[in-house]
């Protein structure tokens, strides 16, 4: 256990639903990640929050929202998603994402989505 | 030019072979390097990092840094059929906040 949760850990919604994901870290870390892994490809960074506040949307469609209520806690809210968002959505944290280059991050064990 | 490279492998070691990894990254201004170790249908999980120029061993594992090459490899030792996974190279940079770069990983095979 790596202090990073996340859930549910499998997810299958259809292309009209609306559904949440959840990560939590205990680790006392002030940066957390949504990262997308899909079959065959690179990590894909989606968003990066530091203290709460977003520093990162990596061009990503407006279909995923994220939400940092507070250091310990990232959503990612999911509406009307398409057939390839289907993948491993995977979170992180790191103790400060102040960009000294050298801050570990430490990753949930994912949520497996599927749409449908 | 991708941004961080590695071979996708399978790379395949006989049991109590030394198995060496590699990853070569195109950004010179990178300041730190990530090995992370994936199983199928885990989560990336952090072996060992790396900063400056040279070798870093923790246990079985060595990492290996040669900045003016670009290039950062990860070598197991004695490796074990337990050892197979997927390999995920990453590299951070200063600056901003902490972004990290992965490479696609290498699929290695330890086998009996």
């Known amino acids: 256990e790596t202090g990073v949760t996340q859930t549910p850990r499998h997810l299958v919604m259809g292309m009209t639903n609306k559904k949440s994901l959840k990560c939590e870290q205990h680790l006392g870390h002030n940066a957390m990640y949504w990262y997308k892994q899909s079959a065959k490809k690179p990590l894909e960074l989606m968003f990066v929050y530091s203290l709460e506040e977003r520093v990162e949307n990596n061009s990503v469609p407006s279909r995923f929202s994220p939400e940092c209520p507070n250091s310990s806690h990232l959503f990612l809210h999911l509406h009307t998603l398409q057939p390839e968002d289907s993948a491993l959505y995977l979170c992180?944290?790191?103790?400060?994402?102040?960009?000294?280059?050298?801050?570990?991050?430490?990753f949930g064990p994912g949520t497996r989505l599927t749409v449908l | 030019q991708k941004e961080v490279e590695q071979n996708s492998g399978p790379l395949s070691v006989p049991e109590g072979a030394i198995a060496s990894l590699n990853c070569t990254y195109s950004?010179?201004?990178?300041?730190?390097f990530f090995w992370y170790r994936q199983y199928s249908g885990k989560s990336p999980e952090l072996i060992m990092f790396i900063y400056s120029n040279g070798d870093k061993e923790d246990g079985r594992f060595t990492a290996q840094l040669n900045k003016a090459s670009q290039y950062v490899s990860l070598l197991i030792r004695d490796s074990q059929p337990s050892d197979s996974a997927t390999y995920l190279c990453a590299v951070g940079r200063a600056g901003g906040y902490n972004k990290l770069i992965f490479g696609a990983g290498t699929r290695l095979a330890v086998h009996p």
């Open positions: 950004d010179r201004g990178s300041q730190s």
């Open positions: 992180a944290s790191s103790q400060d994402g102040g960009g000294t280059g050298t801050d570990t991050q430490y």
